[in-house]
């Protein structure tokens, strides 16, 4: 059964970091365009950062553009999501998500077709 679950959520204050994983088992993330999306109660989901299948390529929202960088290790079938000057607005819950389409319109059309949905982390910024 393929599963693609996130680890490495926690509490820090604000312009701490976190590194966020996301391994898959079932499937190999070199096939797909890949991403993470965070939600948080009250507010909609959002595509933060998605990286093509090739890994050449990026797209990041605005909200944390600068601050968070998406990486993948394709040969541990893993998904990175380094997360710097946190700010209490990045508090959501944060999963990964993999898709057949374009790593942009998989992030900028957050309820889009999606192959497979992980498992989310939690991430809570506050002093």
């Known amino acids: 059964q393929a599963q693609f679950a996130a680890s490495g959520g926690g509490s820090v204050q604000p312009g701490g970091s976190l590194r966020l994983s996301c391994t898959s088992s079932g499937f190999d993330l070199d096939y797909y365009n890949i991403g993470w999306f965070r939600q948080a109660p009250g507010k909609a989901r959002e595509g933060v950062a998605c990286i093509s299948e090739n890994g050449g390529s990026t797209y990041y929202s605005n909200s944390v553009k600068g601050r968070f960088t998406i990486s993948k290790n394709d040969a541990r079938n893993t998904l990175y999501l380094q997360m710097d000057n946190l700010k209490p607005e990045d508090s959501a819950s944060y999963h990964c998500?993999?898709?057949?389409?374009?790593?942009?319109?998989?992030?900028?059309?957050?309820?889009?077709?999606?192959?497979?949905w992980g498992r989310g982390t939690q991430v809570a910024v506050s002093s």
């Open positions: 998500a993999a898709g057949d389409r374009n790593y942009r319109d998989l992030c900028q059309d957050v309820w889009g077709p999606i192959d497979y």
